[in-house]
Each structure stands twice: as C-alpha cells, then as structure tokens.
C-alpha cells in the first residue's frame, strides 16, 4: 500500500525491497530500483537534513535510519566508550543551540551542523549519532510537534510516518506509585520521547489523529479526576433478544425504552453528585435517539466534561448497513466523537451487525497530550487492535461493553496500562446474564478499571446485588466504589447546619468522606475477617537506639503494594498461633531465622478492612537477627531497619539513611509510604515506651508486654 509522505502527498514504495535479479537470473524491469549501498543511503540523508527546516520531519529521517539500521544501533547502544564518542559528537549542536533562541523551523546554521555530525566516528555507527541527534531535537524542538500534527489534523500516518506521542507523565496525576516505569516501558529504536514512527499495524487500522477538539478535551485527566461507570440492567431479560440464542440478534436494545430512560437519568445524575467528570455508559443501552436525548447532560451547568453514551444497533435506513456505534459527547461541544465496532460479538449473543471497510481507530488528542479512544466490547479482545492502541500511546481508553464476563478482557487492559500506562474504564451490563427467570442469577463483573497504580494493574468491580448502580474510579488514590442506585442520595441536611457555614478545610474532609457514604447503611450479609499477624522486631542500632524491621511490598501485590509494612500475613492451618504465623512469614519473606528472635508479646488485634484481614501485632526482640534465607522478591522489594526514634518523627517525609538495607541500592524509605495497620502499631509502640531513647526502650517494651 502506499502511505503519506511528510507533505501529505502519496508516497512510492520504498526503494530496497529488491535485490535487482529477476527469478531467472535476468535483471529485473527498470520499474524496480536496485539497492542503495550504505553509503548512499547516508548521503541521501545527510542532503535531506542539510535542506529540511522543520525539526519533526527531520526527526522522521533520522528516525528512518535507525529503524532500517537497529541491528547495528542495538549492539552499539551499551556501548560506554561510543557514548562517550556521541557526546563529543553532539557538543557543537548543543553549543550552537545554547547561542540560538528556540523557534520553530532549524536555521540553515543548525542544519549544516546537523548534516557534519552525520559521519561516521571512532566506531560509533551513522545510526547511533542520527538516534542521539532526533532525541536532541526532541528535547529542544519538541515543543512544536503538537503544531504540525494539529494543521494536519485528521492525520493519518503511513507506515514509517511520524505518530504523536502521550505528553503528560502519568506520575503527576497519581499519589500511588506506577506499576510499571514512568509512562513507556522501554525506549525503542524508531521513537522519541514524543514522536515514534507508524509500523506495519497501519496497514490493519485505520488510525486517525483528531485534533479538532484538542482545548475542549484540555485537562480532561488531572489527580482530582473521578470516572464513573453506570449501570442500568439488572438482567438480559430486559432486551429484545431472539428466543433461540443460537439465531442472529439485531437490533439489540432496551425492551422499555421510557424505563432506561429513566434509569440512566438517575445513575448519570448519581455519577455526578458523586464528582466524576468522565461518565461511561454500557454498550447497547441505548438506541440512538435516546443516545441524542443524552446530550443534554453535557449542556448542564453541573455536567460530565465527557459522557460517553452507551451504544446502539443502526441500519442507517440500509438493511445491509448493520453497525454497531459507540457515542460520546463533550460538553461544550456539539459535533459527537464515535466509534464503529470492528469486531462482532459471537457468543453468547450471536451479534448480527456487518462492519464495513478498512476498521478506524480515531484518536481524539487533547491538547496536554490525552490519547483518548473509545472502543467497544470486544473491540479489546481482538489483540491486533490491541497492540495498535499500545502503538499509538493510547492514554485513555474508554469501553462500553455487554458480557456475560470481564475475566477474558485483564490481560488485554493490562497490557494497555503497563505499555502505555493508560487508564481504561470499561462498563458492562447487564448484571444477570441467565435467559429466563428460572435460571439461577449469575451476576457478572460490573465494570472493569485500568489503572498504573493498581497492584495487578487491573480490578474487576462486583456489586452485592444485581441491582443497578454506579463504579467510581479516583484518579489520584486508585480508589474504586460502588453506589447503588437504590442507596439513598445526599441531602443537604447531611452537609449545612442552619446558619453555619463550613470551614474550608470541613467542607474539604467531608468532600473525601464522600466516598464511604455507602459505608453509612447496614451491609446486606456479616463481615468475616481472616486472621494474621505481622512481626514486629526490634533491634539495637549502634548509635540510633532500637531499630524496628520494615518492608517494602513488591509493586504489584493485591494489598498494600509498594507500602512500608512489618513481614506477615495470613494464618496457615498448621500455625498454632499468632506467634507461629509472625514468625514463619517473616522467615519466608526476608529469611530470619526463628531461632534468633525473643518474643516479647503481642499487641491488640486490628481489623483491616481493605485486606480483609484482622492482624495481631507480635513484638519480638532480637540483639543479633540472623538471616539464614535470601529476601522473597516476589513479595518485598527492600527491607530496612528503621530507628524508632525517626519513626516518631515521620511527619519530617522521610528518614536519614536507616543503619543497613539488606536489599543493595535499597536506600532509605520513603515514611509516606507507611501502610495504616504499620503507623497505627508504631504510633503503639511509641505511646508504650512513652521514651524511646537508649538503652531503656528495650527494657520498658518487655516491662509492658510481659
């Protein structure tokens, strides 16, 4: 196929795809260019350079080379002694550059240097100085790729052309640490920071850059983001499906259509007063004048910035035209974004829709650098498509959804939040998916997040019932919630008593307390807690006093991940107590020895309902702890010895280097980072000891305990 060249004028194969013999040994017709040597492909470039004003396209030649060259780039890459080489290399560029101000286009002063700097020197191959120049030119000149996208919106790259990259690091919108490194997993060969060429996926998709509602979509993520999912249905039974399940369904849609109208007004009007800005419907929840009725919410003065309003079965007044269309409204605007399914359902509904075409994916660009892309349902499953948004650094990918189970669709989101650590929202409805009203009820997940901060990268959202409701997602905390539309709402006696006006930092708690609302009611069946214990162990620092055992959880545990928090967990069968099970955790996580360990006693159980877990906190005592066993790095990722005394001073943010770290590297820690059970049992030990200073801690512990 033929792609677009820079300019946007078609382009011809490239040349080299041949090796100028014909299958009989003859020359091949003059139509078939033979292949450049090396040296020539260089001198093309460097005249390429030497006359090219704008720094992203001059970025797209050098990036060319390094992709038809990264055989060589990569056994150079680690190179020291060619790194060396490249900085010497690159110094007359960043002197110039230092003389000259910042604008748009490369003078033929910076060219020219550009141009020299492209030979080859003391080893270091043209591919590996023409990489180090385009990410020169990114740092420098990156500031005005936005631009050339934009005037070119709707872009649509060819293979080898130039693609947007996500601008925003995901670290400035999450207090929770990523699970994965800061916003792509690794740095290829044919990519910047901000750029990265089209490959062959181009060929399968559609893909489309759209910038024309780049400022209505500006700061549409920020830490304070709430996206909400809602969910309408409490049973497939409550749309028009064929009684043969194995027959062709279409159209599928709500059976009473003033009811769902009714149902997804009150969840949206919840997902509001709940603060989300981002709301997501289900797919096929909606028919398309009920999806145009929905615009209304984006005209409110209290509105979603984005509604993603379900989808909906069409024809298009053609019988032969079946489609299947996601639609999303931004408020402030009146021209919809959407999205075709390209990939029909097979079961358990056999989805009769016919998509058509060459399959698009549109990317809606944001003006701080939001890729946001709607898909639907099994839009996500197909992983071709997949990859394609990992491809195109989708950052925000939104899912309206109809199956019976969101299991299949965890390695497909994760895969998205760990390349491009995006965050997706998927919702999903209906709640029970049995046929008819005598099968047993068979609740599906409600919706499903993806999140850089989450342990497993992904969380499936259930609900106690199968009525409908409302998922939450807070940006900032990685915290998800479930409203039931059943619960009641808010009112404003809860919030203002008469006469009195709320403090600023009153209306900020009760605004975070907000979240626990559904906490307020009775829960529908007894809490069972599991039980467990954590060790707690002191020692005697050499000039610090008593020091207590820390760990730092693994980044993708379920609970607590990347917390500072005492070795333990749950109890086994075989344990015979909470002794037992202190000890025996702490063996298998970091490797103490039992035996070297004095067991001073045991505090009051806490109850931990995140975990789920009730733990009691054994105090242990050890003047010369032995690890007989290497650290557990599936589980802890550092272990440190903390003084105690630091430990009451931890609103300081962090410790003076702790007396020894038992993982190499591991430096001190980050006291933030203490999970609640950990602060709650130091804030303990701390209110025992009343005087934690040398040499009486040790001894005012046991007089406490024993």
Same mark, same amino acid.
């Given at each position: 196929?033929?792609?677009?060249?820079?300019?946007?004028?078609?382009?011809?194969?490239?040349?080299?795809?041949?090796?100028?013999i014909?299958?009989?040994?003859?020359?091949?017709?003059?139509?078939?260019?033979?292949?450049?040597?090396?040296?020539?492909?260089?001198? &093309?470039?460097?005249?390429?350079?030497?006359?090219?004003? #704008?720094?992203?396209?001059?970025v797209?030649?050098?990036?060319?080379?390094?992709?038809?060259?990264?055989?060589?780039?990569?056994?150079?890459?680690?190179?020291?002694?060619?790194?060396?080489?490249?900085?010497?290399?690159?110094?007359? !560029?960043?002197?110039?550059?230092?003389?000259?101000?910042?604008?748009?286009?490369?003078?033929?002063?910076?060219?020219?240097?550009?141009?020299e700097?492209?030979?080859p020197?003391?080893?270091a191959?043209?591919?590996?100085?023409?990489?180090?120049?385009?990410?020169?030119?990114?740092? $420098?000149?990156?500031?005005?790729?936005?631009?050339?996208?934009?005037?070119?919106?709707?872009?649509?790259p060819?293979?080898?052309?130039?693609?947007?990259?996500?601008?925003? #690091?995901?670290?400035?919108?999450?207090?929770?640490?990523?699970?994965?490194?800061?916003?792509?997993?690794?740095?290829?060969?044919?990519?910047?920071?901000?750029?990265?060429?089209?490959?062959?996926?181009?060929?399968q998709?559609?893909?489309?850059?759209?910038?024309?509602?780049?400022?209505?979509?500006?700061?549409?993520?920020? /830490?304070?983001?709430?996206?909400?999912?809602?969910?309408?249905?409490?049973?497939?039974?409550?749309?028009?499906?064929?009684?043969?399940?194995?027959?062709?369904?279409?159209?599928?849609?709500?059976?009473?259509?003033?009811a769902?109208?009714?149902? !997804?007004?009150?969840?949206?009007?919840?997902?509001v007063?709940?603060?989300?800005?981002?709301?997501?419907?289900?797919?096929?929840?909606?028919?398309?004048?009920?999806?145009?009725?929905?615009?209304?919410?984006? +005209?409110?003065?209290?509105?979603?910035?984005?509604?993603?309003?379900?989808?909906?079965?069409?024809?298009?007044?053609?019988?032969?035209?079946?489609?299947?269309?996601?639609?999303?409204?931004?408020?402030?605007?009146?021209?919809?974004?959407?999205?075709?399914?390209?990939?029909?359902?097979?079961?358990?509904?056999?989805?009769?829709?016919?998509?058509?075409?060459?399959?698009?994916?549109?990317?809606?660009?944001?003006?701080?650098?939001?890729?946001?892309? !709607?898909?639907?349902?099994?839009?996500?499953?197909?992983?071709?498509?997949?990859?394609t948004?990992?491809?195109?650094?989708?950052?925000?990918?939104?899912?309206?959804?109809?199956?019976?189970?969101?299991?299949?669709?965890?390695?497909?989101?994760?895969?998205?939040?760990?390349?491009?650590?995006?965050?997706?929202?998927?919702?999903?409805?209906?709640?029970?998916?049995?046929?008819?009203?005598?099968?047993?009820?068979?609740?599906?997940? +409600?919706?499903?997040?993806? $999140?850089?901060?989450?342990?497993?990268?992904?969380?499936?959202?259930?609900s106690?019932?199968?009525?409908?409701?409302?998922?939450?997602?807070?940006?900032?905390?990685?915290?998800?919630?479930? *409203?039931?539309?059943?619960?009641?709402? /808010?009112?404003?006696?809860?919030q203002?008593?008469?006469?009195?006006?709320?403090?600023?930092?009153?209306?900020?708690?009760?605004?975070?307390?907000?979240?626990?609302?559904?906490?307020?009611?009775?829960?529908?069946?007894?809490?069972?807690?599991?039980?467990?214990?954590?060790?707690v162990?002191?020692?005697?620092?050499?000039?610090?006093?008593?020091?207590?055992?820390?760990?730092?959880?693994?980044?993708?545990?379920?609970?607590?991940?990347?917390?500072?928090?005492?070795?333990?967990?749950?109890?086994?069968?075989?344990?015979?107590?909470?002794?037992c099970?202190?000890?025996?955790?702490?063996?298998?996580?970091?490797?103490?020895?039992?035996?070297?360990?004095?067991?001073?006693?045991?505090? /009051?159980?806490?109850?931990?309902?995140?975990?789920?877990?009730?733990?009691?906190?054994?105090?242990?005592?050890?003047?010369? /702890?032995?690890?007989?066993?290497?650290?557990?790095?599936?589980?802890?990722?550092?272990?440190?010895?903390?003084?105690?005394?630091?430990?009451?001073?931890?609103?300081?943010?962090?410790?003076?280097?702790?007396?020894?770290?038992?993982?190499?590297?591991?430096?001190?820690?980050?006291?933030?980072?203490?999970?609640?059970?950990?602060?709650?049992?130091?804030?303990?030990?701390?209110?025992?000891?009343?005087?934690?200073?040398?040499?009486?801690?040790? &001894?005012? *512990?046991?007089?406490?305990?024993?």
């Amino acid at each position: 196929m033929t792609g677009n060249d820079l300019s946007g004028a078609p382009t011809s194969p490239p040349a080299g795809t041949g090796n100028g013999i014909g299958s009989e040994g003859l020359p091949c017709s003059p139509c078939v260019a033979p292949l450049n040597s090396p040296a020539e492909r260089l001198a &093309a470039l460097r005249a390429a350079v030497q006359s090219e004003p #704008d720094p992203l396209v001059t970025v797209t030649h050098l990036l060319r080379l390094c992709r038809d060259e990264h055989r060589v780039l990569w056994e150079q890459a680690g190179n020291p002694d060619l790194r060396a080489t490249v900085t010497s290399v690159l110094a007359p !560029l960043r002197t110039l550059a230092g003389s000259h101000p910042t604008a748009a286009t490369l003078d033929p002063q910076v060219r020219h240097v550009l141009a020299e700097a492209l030979k080859p020197v003391n080893g270091a191959a043209p591919a590996v100085i023409a990489h180090a120049l385009a990410q020169f030119l990114d740092d $420098h000149y990156g500031q005005f790729f936005a631009d050339w996208f934009r005037s070119r919106s709707p872009y649509q790259p060819g293979v080898g052309d130039p693609i947007p990259l996500g601008g925003p #690091d995901i670290r400035e919108v999450l207090d929770m640490r990523p699970t994965s490194p800061p916003w792509r997993l690794a740095n290829r060969l044919d990519e910047t920071r901000r750029v990265r060429l089209a490959g062959g996926w181009a060929t399968q998709f559609q893909v489309v850059f759209d910038y024309s509602l780049s400022d209505a979509l500006s700061r549409l993520v920020t /830490p304070d983001t709430i996206i909400a999912t809602c969910h309408p249905n409490r049973a497939l039974t409550e749309f028009t499906l064929p009684s043969d399940p194995a027959q062709p369904a279409f159209p599928v849609r709500p059976t009473d259509l003033d009811a769902q109208r009714r149902h !997804l007004d009150r969840l949206i009007g919840r997902a509001v007063e709940a603060g989300a800005s981002i709301v997501v419907l289900p797919e096929l929840c909606v028919t398309k004048p009920l999806a145009r009725y929905l615009q209304d919410w984006v +005209r409110r003065a209290d509105s979603p910035r984005v509604l993603v309003a379900g989808s909906y079965h069409h024809a298009d007044g053609s019988p032969h035209r079946r489609r299947n269309t996601a639609i999303a409204w931004v408020r402030g605007q009146d021209r919809p974004l959407t999205h075709d399914k390209h990939s029909p359902a097979q079961r358990p509904i056999l989805e009769d829709i016919e998509p058509q075409g060459w399959p698009e994916l549109r990317v809606y660009v944001s003006a701080d650098g939001w890729h946001l892309v !709607l898909a639907i349902c099994r839009d996500l499953l197909n992983p071709q498509a997949v990859h394609t948004l990992a491809e195109i650094g989708a950052n925000l990918v939104l899912v309206p959804a109809m199956s019976e189970s969101l299991a299949p669709f965890t390695g497909q989101v994760a895969h998205l939040v760990g390349s491009g650590q995006a965050i997706v929202a998927v919702a999903n409805n209906p709640a029970d998916w049995a046929r008819t009203g005598g099968d047993a009820v068979r609740i599906a997940s +409600r919706a499903l997040f993806g $999140h850089p901060g989450l342990g497993q990268q992904t969380r499936l959202v259930a609900s106690p019932d199968a009525a409908p409701g409302v998922a939450t997602l807070r940006v900032r905390s990685g915290l998800i919630g479930w *409203i039931s539309a059943d619960s009641p709402a /808010p009112s404003s006696g809860d919030q203002l008593v008469a006469g009195q006006e709320l403090p600023g930092w009153a209306a900020r708690l009760a605004s975070e307390l907000d979240r626990y609302r559904q906490l307020e009611h009775q829960p529908p069946e007894p809490i069972t807690l599991r039980p467990a214990a954590v060790l707690v162990l002191l020692s005697e620092g050499d000039t610090t006093g008593p020091t207590l055992l820390l760990t730092e959880r693994a980044a993708d545990l379920r609970n607590y991940p990347g917390r500072l928090a005492f070795p333990g967990g749950a109890r086994d069968p075989q344990d015979s107590g909470p002794v037992c099970t202190a000890l025996r955790e702490a063996r298998e996580e970091v490797g103490l020895d039992p035996a070297s360990v004095q067991i001073l006693g045991v505090l /009051p159980a806490l109850a931990d309902s995140q975990s789920g877990f009730v733990v009691t906190p054994v105090l242990g005592w050890s003047g010369r /702890p032995a690890y007989t066993e290497p650290v557990n790095i599936a589980e802890v990722s550092a272990v440190h010895d903390v003084a105690l005394q630091q430990l009451g001073m931890r609103s300081a943010a962090t410790c003076s280097a702790p007396e020894r770290d038992r993982v190499p590297g591991a430096g001190a820690p980050d006291l933030t980072l203490l999970g609640p059970i950990t602060a709650t049992v130091i804030d303990m030990v701390l209110a025992l000891l009343k005087d934690p200073s040398p040499p009486r801690a040790a &001894a005012s *512990i046991i007089e406490h305990l024993t």
